[in-house]
């Protein structure tokens, strides 16, 4: 089986395989937490935007929205999703070249879970200066449950959409680090590939120092995109901030 860059083959069937049908009930969270805002929600950047599905939901609602992300192959089916207005940029993280200054920052479906631990505080600091004053900083990560749960299942294997694949995990927890082989054995089109990945599990003290350095203060960690606090079960939490 061949082996090929990180989201470049995946990226066709990433909608199907790894995405759950979630973005709209998070746009309707965000759209809600955002509206108590007394200065307004205009502008979002979309960091780890990846295909573009929670962006258009964003944009459904009347926002303004730039999106960012490391994989050519999953921004040009961005754009096909979005059309050319959007603007959409390759990032490499910690690295945000972009211009303007943004109302709110989003990272999704465990994009910041990618970075090490030295890469997430200097994103964050990035960020800091993407947001203004008051501005958001919505993002979610992997939680002790997650780490707990893949140790539990290390091989997860199904079908999807005419597509095969086995996703094989290997957590190292004095590390918190998460190697990910993703198998597709048989592709609904071309030839089987694997992709590698790794991931972080980022300590809720790293990720509360590192907002609290660049300047955030943190008004809720909760379960996956809603009211509810985060608690012992919750696999996905999600860090609401806001810059002071």
């Not at 004053?133 to 002790?144: K, S």
């Not at 094989?168 to 054995?185: F, G």
């Amino acid at each position: 089986m061949r082996r090929v860059e990180a989201y470049s083959r995946l990226a066709g069937v990433y909608d199907e395989i790894v995405i759950d049908h979630c973005h709209g009930a998070w746009a309707s969270f965000l759209d809600a937490l955002w509206s108590e805002d007394p200065a307004g929600v205009h502008t979002v950047l979309d960091v780890c935007c990846g295909t573009g599905l929670l962006a258009d939901e964003l944009i459904e609602r009347g926002y303004r929205v730039v999106g960012v992300d490391a994989s050519d192959a999953m921004l040009e089916l961005a754009r096909g999703r979005l059309g050319p207005e959007p603007v959409l940029r390759r990032v490499t993280l910690p690295d945000l070249p972009v211009e303007g200054v943004f109302d709110a920052a989003v990272c999704t479906f465990d994009g910041l879970n990618y970075l090490t631990p030295h890469e997430l505080r200097l994103t964050i600091g990035e960020l800091a200066r993407r947001v203004r004053p008051g501005g958001w900083l919505v993002f979610d990560l992997h939680t002790e449950r997650m780490l707990e749960f893949t140790i539990a299942n290390p091989i997860v294997a199904g079908e999807a959409a005419g597509n095969d694949f086995v996703i094989r995990s290997v957590v190292d927890p004095e590390a918190r680090t998460c190697d990910t082989r993703i198998e597709l054995t048989r592709p609904r089109d071309g030839d089987p590939f694997s992709e590698q990945h790794r991931q972080y599990f980022h300590t809720d003290a790293e990720v509360d120092s590192a907002l609290k350095d660049a300047g955030f203060t943190v008004t809720a960690v909760s379960e996956e995109y809603t009211h509810q606090p985060a608690g012992a079960s919750t696999m996905r939490a999600t860090w609401t901030a806001r810059r002071t």
